[in-house]
């Protein structure tokens, strides 16, 4: 199968192994990955912060850039759930209908990375090994706009030498939510703070999701406590096999060296 790739602005600019990881990882499943060179933000900020309007010539540039491929992934449910939920919405109040048509023709044809692999591939053991005692936030976008369900949970289950741990109160938001952690920061931080509590509870050595987003923020406040705990997309756990690390893995051992 030939797969395009939309990486993500966080993926691009700060999280680059979230996007190397998905595409080791369908490789080495057997499918061809392209990255669509042309492709940029999704304009979720955009919407969500009131700026449809400015928003509208970058779902056009998506449109047009994804619209020729069959299948396309990315390693955020966040950006998927942009995708599905925002871009016909922006179109028609623009009264573009012709463009919310193609957005929604674009929209059924991309995917989360856990429904690619599992609804689309029908894949859950993908190969993968992470020695590791893990556990897994459900991330806001991908549980209740996207309905990942169990999907990500389904694939660590596979991954050998993986302890999978549950999370106290897992479908509790981590606080992130894009600018919502800047507008509300208090809030924000409070909600963080509950997050972690359950993530130092399981004793996991590492958090992982399907959103670099909330991982940058959970990381970010675990990091702060110096509590040893590291964050990892679910790519990379995916991604790595026997005799591999990621890039979480060598920064752990970097640091304690």
Do not use: W
Not at 48 to 59: C, F, I
Not at 135 to 140: D, L
Not at 150 to 166: A, F, I, M
Not at 209 to 230: E, K
């Amino acid at each position: 199968m030939r797969i395009a790739l939309f990486v993500t602005c966080l993926a691009d600019t700060l999280f680059p192994e979230a996007a190397k990881a998905t595409v080791r990882l369908l490789e080495r499943l057997g499918h061809e990955v392209v990255f669509p060179a042309d492709q940029t933000c999704c304009g979720q900020m955009h919407v969500n912060t009131g700026y449809p309007d400015d928003a509208l010539r970058l779902v056009r540039r998506h449109v047009r850039v994804f619209a020729p491929y069959d299948v396309v992934v990315a390693p955020s449910g966040s950006c998927v759930g942009s995708v599905r939920h925002q871009h016909a919405m922006v179109a028609r109040r623009a009264g573009d209908e012709r463009l919310a048509s193609r957005a929604e023709e674009v929209a059924r044809r991309t995917y989360e990375l856990s429904e690619l692999l599992v609804d689309v591939l029908g894949v859950t053991d993908v190969g993968a090994y992470f020695p590791h005692r893990v556990t897994y936030h459900p991330t806001c976008h991908s549980l209740r706009m996207l309905r990942v369900a169990d999907k990500p949970l389904r694939l660590l289950r596979e991954v050998r030498g993986l302890e999978l741990v549950e999370l106290p109160q897992a479908e509790q938001c981590c606080g992130f939510g894009g600018t919502f952690a800047v507008k509300n920061a208090d809030t924000s931080t409070a909600m963080l703070a509950d997050k972690m509590r359950n993530v130092l509870a399981t004793r996991a050595e590492m958090c992982t999701a399907g959103d670099s987003s909330c991982l940058m923020h959970i990381g970010g406040g675990l990091s702060r406590l110096r509590a040893g705990v590291r964050t990892v997309h679910l790519a990379e756990i995916l991604a790595s096999i026997e005799g591999a690390e990621t890039a979480g893995e060598r920064d752990r051992l970097e640091v304690g060296s």
